[in-house]
């Protein structure tokens, strides 16, 4: 019979799959621009991970919600502030800026390393601990 307990697991393992393609498509990402990569695959690998991140976090934001999650406005806006760096990384990259965006690429793998490792953590936490 299936529990709270065994979907809470299920959605904690599909969670972590998501951030680890997450990761490695920033990884991509700054591999591509630290090798002066042609500026279309590096375009090509930053949609990619922009419709990614977009499609995670939202999927996230609504497990988050149907949890009636304690953290869920604090989480949001690390979401908030890695959509709107990538959307300046576009537009770096729309206008040729290479050097800006591999110094934004790292910046925002950095901080990703640290939303998973912190408000991630908590949530999968917090739903592992839900009998
Ligand atoms: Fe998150």
């Not at 910046?107 to 390393?113: A, N, T």
Request: glycine share 4%.
């Amino acid at each position: 019979m299936s529990t709270i307990s065994d979907f809470n697991q299920k959605s904690c393992a599909v969670t972590d799959g998501e951030h680890r393609i997450q990761l490695e498509l920033l990884q991509a990402l700054c591999a591509a621009t630290q090798e002066n990569c042609s500026p279309a695959s590096a375009g090509e690998i930053l949609q990619q991970l922009v419709s990614y991140s977009e499609a995670h976090f939202m999927s996230e934001e609504l497990l988050m919600r149907l949890k009636s999650y304690d953290d869920y406005e604090d989480h949001v806006s690390d979401h908030i502030h890695m959509m709107e760096v990538l959307a300046e990384i576009e537009s770096a990259h729309a206008s040729g800026k290479s050097a800006l965006v591999s110094g934004q690429a790292e910046s925002v793998l950095e901080f990703i390393k640290q939303h998973i490792a912190t408000r991630d953590q908590r949530f999968a936490d917090f739903m592992l601990a839900e009998e």
